[in-house]
């Protein structure tokens, strides 16, 4: 599927706008409510749980890897 330019832009300043977004509401909650501690702590369960994830999928991808040849 070919995209064109200006649909890959429009995506780019899209993603571009909502990252800055994000970023703003993420830090008018982690600093102006009340929910700052809740805040932190839901994001570092977050990318504990992402990087476990990462390094369990390694593990899985590591012993199901079906053996060469030479090695049987």
Do not use: H
Not at 2 to 31: D, H, M, N, P, Q
Request: no cysteine; aromatic share 12%.
């Amino acid at each position: 599927m070919k995209y064109k330019r200006s649909e890959t832009k429009v995506a780019g300043y899209a993603l571009l706008v909502a990252s800055i977004l994000a970023f703003i509401i993420y830090a008018y909650l982690l600093f102006n409510t009340g929910l700052g501690i809740l805040i932190l702590e839901l994001t570092v369960l977050a990318a504990i749980a992402a990087l476990l994830a990462v390094l369990g999928w390694i593990g899985y991808t590591m012993a199901t890897v079906p053996k060469k040849k030479d090695e049987l």
